[in-house]
């Protein structure tokens, strides 16, 4: 199983990133996959979730309306793209993989991490 994620960087308040997530090793149609992150000194927390299958989605409530999830079936890649950036949301970013149960809660694979930085 796999999980490489990318798009990491710095971004300026008020601004934009992607993050895309090549996955492999396990099938998307009984897994779900998603985002976590780890704010500097805090905890893990989930972020959102993808189903790959029918395209339903969850979010964080703080983070509604301002991240996407998204997923490429043939591609094998999901997506997160952040808008109106603040401080709070610099974190390491992790792709998750689960079945749609587990994977906003005790996710079972994790990618290596993304690091998003947002400061002026």
């Known amino acids: 199983v796999q999980l490489q994620a990318y798009g990491g960087g710095l971004a300026q308040p008020g601004g934009s990133l992607s993050l895309s997530c090549v996955v492999s090793?396990?099938?998307?149609?009984?897994?779900?996959v998603g985002w976590f992150r780890q704010p500097p000194g805090k905890e893990r927390e989930g972020v959102s979730r993808?189903?790959?299958?029918?395209?339903?989605?969850w979010y964080a409530e703080s983070l509604k309306g301002r991240f996407t999830v998204s997923g490429d079936k043939a591609k094998n890649t999901l997506y997160l793209h952040m808008s109106n950036l603040n401080p709070e949301d610099t974190a390491i970013y992790y792709c998750?993989?689960?079945?749609?149960?587990?994977?906003?809660?005790?996710?079972?694979?994790w990618g290596q991490g993304t690091l998003v930085t947002v400061s002026s």
């Open positions: 993808v189903s790959m299958s029918d395209g339903s989605a």
């Open positions: 090793g396990f099938n998307l149609d009984d897994y779900d």
């Open positions: 998750v993989a689960a079945p749609p149960e587990r994977v906003c809660t005790r996710p079972y694979y």
